[in-house]
């Protein structure tokens, strides 16, 4: 590559210009990169404890349920009367150039839609234990989109990183030296021959 240069001093000026915006580039994705690691890694803790409390969540609201079923019998009839919640909405923030969703579950009023008559307070547990598992669910899917978009990022700017520090960067070095070289051999060679002319002159003068 370097050798398909015309080693002059105007092609010396901008590959030295390519060269510093190079380094400069790297600088900035090395730093981009290790912002959304720490993003990321950040994101992975808050998934591990939102899944836990889910499970855990679950299994309350589950038994709970079964205990509800065992005094009352099969309450489908009751979980019919609770309406579908359509209050979800997903809007976007930027970290570094990279859009994250963010996941909002519209707060709507706990309230018992099924009759107190024909139900007990193990089916208001379940309920209630279900409305905490739906909101804990939403916001695990935003948190798991968000690690796997950054991780998504992070590998990009990895990539990037790697072509100007392997490739781009160790171009332009060597560019710079080869035309660096070939302007100093010009020059010791138009040295050379104005040695040599002054010499001829000086006989001639004699």
Do not use: C
Request: charged share 25%; proline share 2%.
């Amino acid at each position: 590559m370097a050798s398909k240069v015309v080693p002059t001093k105007s092609n010396l000026l901008n590959a030295k210009k390519s060269y510093s915006l190079a380094v400069l580039g790297h600088d900035l994705m090395d730093r981009k990169r290790n912002i959304l690691v720490r993003e990321m890694m950040n994101l992975i803790e808050q998934v591990k404890e939102i899944q836990a409390k889910i499970d855990d969540t679950y299994a309350q609201a589950y038994l709970a349920l079964q205990k509800a079923n065992i005094t009352l019998g099969i309450v489908q009839e009751a979980s019919q009367a609770i309406p579908i919640d359509d209050g979800l909405s997903i809007t976007t923030h930027s970290v570094m150039g990279v859009e994250l969703p963010k996941v909002t579950l519209a707060q709507q009023p706990i309230s018992l839609y099924y009759g107190l008559e024909s139900t007990n307070s193990m089916l208001d547990d379940a309920y209630l234990k279900f409305v905490e598992v739906k909101k804990l669910t939403a916001k695990l899917a935003e948190v798991e989109s968000n690690v796997f978009r950054l991780a998504d990022a992070i590998k990009k700017s990895q990539k990037r990183t790697n072509a100007l520090n392997n490739i781009i960067i160790p171009r332009l070095r060597s560019t710079i030296a080869y035309i660096s070289s070939a302007l100093e051999e010009k020059e010791r060679e138009d040295f050379s021959r104005l040695k040599v002319i002054k010499q001829r002159s000086n006989k001639e003068d004699a």
